[in-house]
């Protein structure tokens, strides 16, 4: 890391913001598409 916690965090945030709402989008595109769900 970069060896100050104030950096850390604030990469570590950013990290989140992007990998949450990826993960919650990929999770209801399978969860969708396992019920055979059409649009």
Known sequence: MTGSWTMDAF???CALL???PAGI???YE?????K???K
Do not use: T
């Open 11 to 13: 990469f570590i945030g």
């Open 30 to 34: 399978v969860f969708n598409k396992d």
């Open 18 to 20: 992007m990998v949450i």
């Open 25 to 27: 989008w990929l999770y």
């Open 36 to 38: 055979g769900a059409k």
